[in-house]
């Protein structure tokens, strides 16, 4: 694809509700990465995904978040019942393989809990 | 626990001016150095990446590398309103997929 793609753009959800932000990388890129972004705030790292292997999640704040990744693709990040301090923008990113660093963002998901 | 420091700012820059960002980083053994720029209500884009020491251009912007005393700058040269976001340093460790993101500069071009 083009780019990193992410869906919905935005989610408004209710306390308690579970919900699921999807990533779709740059075609090809093996490596994918999950952040947090809170309201004029830096970005915190979620997990990490080597093809379908998540080797690193050690940035997942709660056992409420979880996060797959099909067919060395889609990645999938389910947040269950959702908490207000869950608001933030989700940001996904992908990486070509081990031989580059750079990481491409998607537009993000904003999140918001009433 | 390695961290990679900013200036929140807001620093504040006339139109045409030459905009000075710095970074500093704990980890001696950092390999490679990114630039982020982030509009308000959008996601990061890389500007450049920098890995050996020196200044490193490309338009109207200069990566520069000192890794003796771990930092690293970005310079905007003929600074434009557009300019006006927030720039995030990464920095790679020596994790083969790890970067530690800097907290960003607010950066305000002002006309």
């Known amino acids: 694809g083009a780019g990193v793609s992410q869906s919905p753009s935005n989610k408004v959800t209710e306390k308690g509700k579970d919900v699921e932000l999807r990533c779709d990388p740059i075609s090809g890129h093996t490596a994918l990465y999950w952040y947090r972004q809170s309201l004029g705030q830096g970005l915190e790292f979620l997990i990490y995904f080597q093809g379908n292997s998540a080797p690193d999640k050690s940035g997942l704040p709660s056992d409420r978040f979880s996060a797959e990744r099909t067919g060395g693709s889609v990645s999938t990040l389910t947040i269950q019942r959702t908490q207000q301090e869950d608001s933030a923008v989700y940001l996904c990113?992908?990486?070509?393989?081990?031989?580059?660093?750079?990481?491409?963002f998607g537009p993000g998901t904003r999140l918001t809990v009433l | 626990q390695k961290e990679v420091e900013q200036n929140s700012g807001p620093l504040s820059v006339p139109e045409g001016a030459i905009a000075s960002l710095n970074c500093t980083y704990s980890d001696r053994g950092s390999q490679s150095f990114f630039w982020y720029r982030q509009y308000s209500g959008k996601s990061p884009e890389l500007i450049m990446f920098?890995?050996s020491n020196g200044d490193k251009e490309d338009g109207r912007f200069t990566a520069q590398l000192n890794k003796a005393s771990q930092y690293v700058s970005l310079l905007i040269r003929d600074s434009q309103p557009s300019d006006s976001a927030t720039y995030l340093c990464a920095v790679k460790g020596n994790s083969n997929y790890q970067l530690i993101w800097g907290a960003g500069t607010k950066l305000i071009i002002k006309p």
């Open positions: 990113a992908s990486r070509f393989g081990p031989s580059t660093d750079t990481q491409y």
């Open positions: 920098i890995y």
